[in-house]
């Protein structure tokens, strides 16, 4: 008789990524990781921001490292080989291309194995810090998962960034299920084309036209945009009033992209995320007290909490969790409270 496996909890793959760079996203990646890990959870951080890896200084980790470049250019070996453990228990890194460079372009065969490599990557959760910006290797990996993070600030150009993001990724997910059919994948790129007040660029619009000329790649579409939720995160926020953009956030990829999106958290800009990069600091680790570990805290938290479902009210939910944690800081730093 064969011998029952024993029960393996089930692997959740969180991707981050960001419209523009310098908006923190490796700070992010790097600290939700340390934060799920402090709870107990077998993680993996991810260094997959290909021409431009920094994840290792985040965590605190040497550059050094044999990693995904090396993995991908060699065409042997598991991803599993090549994980490292850090300092903190639970987790383990998955350095990017540090020893092997120019790795920013992949081709279709590498970006295949890839995405395998990643999805067999043993472990609780696995967090992938993606490059900044709308690359076909950034969109297609954000794909990965049916949810996935976006950071941004709360700069015009950054907010803008982020949904022009989301927006280029449904598109690039559209043309991957309509390149199945050179007449729809055709249709799709002349709508692509056209002018982008006519209504043809939205979702509803692309929508329309796969289903005029393939309703089965339509349906498959549908299923797709239907089941993935965007999860937005704002960082270096000075006061809970900048959250007022999330109705004009909300309207704008409702009407544009029939999206949804669910907001998971504010980060307070604050001066000790600096003081610890000077210092190649891990901020969970070693400054756990500042305002910045206090809401990553709290964001794993609710990853860990309700990242598979839906999560219902979260504009209402994050302001007022914004405004407590703001009214706590200026309890004990009255100061910052009259200089916001």
């Known amino acids: 008789m064969t011998p029952k496996r024993p029960f393996a ?40 921001d290909l021409g431009g890896a920094n994840l290792h200084t985040c965590l605190g980790m040497p550059n050094a490292l044999p990693g995904i470049g090396d993995l991908l250019k060699s065409n042997t070996g598991k991803a599993t080989d090549l994980l ?34 990643v999805r067999d990557l043993p472990a609780r959760y696995v967090i992938l810090d993606l490059g900044a910006g709308t690359s076909f290797n950034t969109l297609n990996l954000f794909g990965i998962s049916t949810s996935g993070i976006v950071v941004t600030t709360f700069e015009t150009t950054a907010v803008m960034n982020s949904m022009m993001f989301l927006r280029n990724f449904i598109f690039r997910m559209l043309s991957g299920i309509a390149c199945k059919d050179e007449k729809t994948f055709s249709r799709l790129l002349e709508a692509f084309e056209q002018p982008g007040n006519d209504g043809t660029t939205t979702l509803q619009g692309l929508t329309a036209i796969l289903e005029s000329v393939n309703p089965a790649l339509a349906a498959s579409a549908a299923q797709f945009c239907g089941r993935f939720r965007p999860r937005i995160v704002f960082n270096m926020g000075d006061h809970p009033d900048e959250l007022a953009v999330l109705h004009k956030i909300t309207a ?14 504010f980060l307070f800009h604050d001066h000790e995320v600096r003081q610890a990069a000077k210092n190649r600091e891990t901020l969970l680790i070693h400054r756990p007290s500042c305002s910045f570990s206090s809401g990553m805290v709290r964001i794993a938290e609710r990853v860990d909490r309700a990242w598979d479902g839906p999560m219902p009210d979260s504009p209402a939910r994050l302001v007022q969790e914004t405004r407590a944690a703001y009214t706590t800081m200026a309890r004990y730093a009255p100061w910052e409270k009259a200089a916001g």
Do not use: C, W
């Open 9 to 48: 909890p089930p692997k959740t793959i969180i991707p981050v990524a960001s419209g523009k760079g310098g908006v923190g996203k490796s700070l992010f990646s790097a600290n939700l990781a340390v934060a799920l890990a402090r709870m107990g959870h077998s993680t993996i951080a991810v260094d997959l």
């Open 84 to 117: 490292v453990q850090t300092p903190i228990p639970q987790l383990r890194f998955l350095p990017g291309d540090g020893q092997a460079p120019f790795m920013a372009n992949l081709s279709h065969g590498q970006r295949v194995r890839l995405i395998r490599a």
């Open 252 to 265: 704008a990829l409702k009407n544009g992209l029939s999206m949804a999106p669910e907001y998971l958290g």
